[in-house]
């Protein structure tokens, strides 16, 4: 696509993010939604759809949905209605799935993301509850399409944006929030490989200072925040580029190839289901009272934009240092434990920026499962603070801790890397030193006080590392200065 495309057109991006959210049980039905077990064993006959069975609203799935809408900013229903989606498919039973239509319980919300270059605000239009269909497989059999059953039933929220977003890194950076949201509010892990949270876009592209919407199509089967990123921008540039030649866009749902990254067509408008929605007969209206809404608004957490804030007020952080610690709520935590028990926030957030996080990065793993405890992280900064470990040595230790249970002060010991603070054990290295190098004394006295890190040094290698550099220099500079 040419530039002058870029000049000419602008693209429309609307997000439909579904969250599978962290209850224990199914939406409906007391019945396991657990991730990752056996094919059909976390079903009863009301996920099956059998005759007589009645669904019951599982309370959590409310609560929750109300965090997020509260967390978006949205308004929050006082009575809203389940309502019956209709279609046929094999993994859905009862041919239908309980949802909402009309009566979302949250609505009219915002969030705001930020960029590098501009801050921008993004409506959110709804956020309703639903439950999940099953799953069809059509890879492990060759003749036949399986269904496992398991996920059919599973509470979700659905969070629909505005037709706000211009851009795919404006979209990224939408889905990348709404990810941190539900991890701080901690109903939903926000895995977008294993499912639980899913993106539908829908993307249309238009002239330059038009108002109306050109021929959207929707995306799907994108299973990453990049995949997302770049499905939108392949159909932003297909559709330019379509325009261009003289052709017409076509309301379609499109698929996301993650081989040619490219999107192919799954189904055309003609093709769209007509989902016949009405109101569910076997569920009551949910209401919810000022009490309950005042009661929820008690059980939310400072969440990353606050907690980014009052890191940069409260501890002196840069604001780049505070929005990559507050990116996971628990690395934050973890970090607030650290300063905690050290007493000093900017060597607790030195440590976790740089040791920590390089091997959460390099094992691929979350704070949750990092093997250091904020207690013991906190013993070994204050033995470098203490200045009876250098910083190479802490860096030593750090890597010793990783894969022992021992105390930092024990593992410097036994390491043999307790600073030595004895003056006088390191008066006759110094004196050494001074004598042994009389043209630098010289030089230093002339003016060249960079040669302090010279004779610092030589003390550091005749006491094989032991030497409290911070001693030596005072040491030094006492005797050439005296």
């Known amino acids: 696509m040419s530039t002058i495309a870029h000049e000419r057109f602008e693209a429309v991006i609307g997000l439909e993010v579904h969250a599978q959210l962290l209850t224990k049980s199914k939406a409906f039905a007391p019945v396991a939604a657990q991730y990752g077990e056996a094919p059909n064993t976390q079903v009863s006959p009301l996920c099956l759809g059998h005759p007589g069975t009645l669904p019951v609203v599982n309370e959590n799935l409310v609560r929750y949905i109300i965090k997020m809408g509260l967390a978006t900013n949205c308004s929050v229903a006082p009575k809203s209605i389940f309502a019956r989606k209709n279609y046929f498919y094999p993994d859905l039973p009862k041919g239908y799935q309980i949802s909402q239509f009309d009566t979302p319980i949250c609505f009219d919300g915002f969030l705001d993301i930020e960029l590098e270059e501009y801050d921008k605000r993004i409506g959110v239009t709804r956020i309703h509850m639903e439950e999940d269909a099953g799953k069809s497989i059509h890879d492990q059999d060759p003749y036949n399409t399986l ?18 977003l ?50 959207r199509t929707e ?54 289901h007509d989902y016949r929605y009405f109101p569910e007969p076997d569920l009551p209206p949910i209401i919810v009272t000022d009490a309950l809404l005042e009661e929820i608004k008690t059980e939310l957490p400072e969440l990353a934009d606050v907690r980014q804030k009052r890191f940069v007020e409260e501890y002196g952080m840069s604001e780049v240092d505070a929005v990559t610690i507050t990116e996971s709520r628990y690395l934050a935590d973890y970090f607030e434990e650290v300063a905690k028990h050290t007493g000093n926030p900017k060597s607790a957030s030195n440590i976790v920026l740089s040791e920590v996080l390089r091997v959460l990065n390099e094992q691929s793993i979350d704070i949750g499962e990092f093997s250091i405890t904020p ?50 054990f390191l008066e006759p290295i110094v004196d050494e030193i001074i004598a042994n190098n009389p043209d630098e004394v010289q030089r230093y006295k002339e003016g060249k006080k960079q040669l302090m890190g010279f004779f610092v040094g030589q003390a550091m290698k005749a006491s094989r590392g032991k030497a409290n550099p911070k001693l030596v220099t005072e040491m030094v500079t006492k005797k050439l200065e005296s």
């Open 219 to 272: 995306l799907k089967n994108m299973n990453s925040f990049r995949n997302v990123e770049k499905a939108i921008e392949f159909e932003i540039y297909r559709q330019i580029e379509l325009i261009e030649d003289g052709g017409e866009v076509v309301q379609q749902t499109r698929l996301w190839d993650t081989t040619k990254m490219q999107t192919r067509v799954m189904r055309s408008k003609e093709e769209a």
């Open 375 to 424: 207690e013991r992280l906190a013993e070994l900064v204050a033995l470098k603070d203490g200045d009876k470990i250098n910083s190479s040595a802490m860096q030593q230790v750090f890597n010793a801790m990783l894969d022992s249970d021992k105390s930092p002060q024990a593992l410097a010991e036994e390491m043999n890397l307790i600073q030595v603070s004895d003056t006088g």
């Open 166 to 215: 211009r851009t795919p890194q404006e979209a990224y950076a939408y889905l990348t929030k709404i990810k941190q949201i539900v991890q701080y509010l901690e109903i939903c892990d926000g895995n977008m490989e294993e499912g639980s949270l899913r993106c539908d876009a829908n993307v249309s592209v238009r002239p330059r200072g038009q108002k109306e919407f050109g021929t």
């Open 147 to 164: 269904v496992d059953l398991n996920r059919a039933g599973t509470p979700l929220i659905e969070i629909v944006s505005e037709p706000d």
